[in-house]
Structure formats: structure tokens, C-alpha cells
């Protein structure tokens, strides 16, 4: 069963930059690669909002909230996916995650245990 595994997280000052991982395990890079990866966030008693996404030719798609701020980028050898947080703001304080989109943009598989962000001074 594929484990979607996020790390990276912490305490970040604003205007500060932080980078997530997520590394999909137990999944072979035939299944990997034709993936669309994206990175979702839940902030404290809200919903889970999609934040980027990249297809398998790297062409990568933003959230207004974080355009010009945030890049997401893929490994396909090392099955990672990364979203590189630069000029971060208290708003972007929350869980993120990762997982693949379906066709119907969908999440495609479980969650994984995601990694906290906090932004504050």
C-alpha cells in the first residue's frame, strides 16, 4: 500500500522559507512518474485547500494565496515531490500535505501524517 510520507515542517519567522518533502514509499517509479503530485494545507478549523500541483512534465499550477512564493518541484528518481515556502506569511500557518491527483483531480491516495508549518515572530 502506497505511504505518502511529508516532513519539513517547523517554526518559521515571516518572510522566512522553509521546504517540505513528501516522499511516496512502497510505490515504484513506473506508478510515480505519469502521477500529478500536488501539496494541499489545513489551517486550524478549516478545510483542506490545495496549495500546487505539478504533472509529469514539471509544469507546475498555484493557488493565488501563494503564487510568486511558493514553487513545487519533483524527483521522480527519489519519488519525492518538495513545495519551497519562501516570503512565508502568518496565513500559511498549517498542515500540509501531499498526494496525487486522479482524473477527476481527486485525492488518489490515503493521507499520510502531514507536517505542521507555523509562521510567527
Known amino acids: 500500500q502506497v505511504q505518502l510520507v511529508e516532513s519539513g515542517g517547523g517554526l518559521v519567522q515571516p518572510g522566512g522559507s522553509l521546504r517540505l518533502s513528501c516522499k511516496a514509499s512502497r510505490m515504484i517509479t513506473d506508478v510515480f512518474n505519469p502521477n500529478l503530485w500536488a501539496w494541499y494545507r489545513q489551517a486550524p478549523g478549516k478545510g483542506r485547500e490545495l496549495v500546487a500541483s505539478i504533472i509529469p512534465d514539471r509544469a507546475t499550477n498555484y493557488a493565488d494565496s501563494v503564487k510568486g512564493r511558493f514553487t513545487i518541484f519533483r524527483d521522480n528518481a527519489r519519488k519525492t515531490v518538495y513545495l519551497q515556502m519562501s516570503n512565508v506569511k502568518p496565513e500559511d500557518t498549517a498542515v500540509y500535505y501531499c498526494?496525487?491527483?486522479?482524473?477527476?483531480?481527486?485525492?488518489?491516495?490515503?493521507w499520510g501524517q502531514g507536517t505542521q508549518v507555523t509562521v510567527s515572530s
Open positions: 498526494n496525487a491527483l486522479n482524473s477527476a483531480e481527486q485525492p488518489k491516495y490515503n
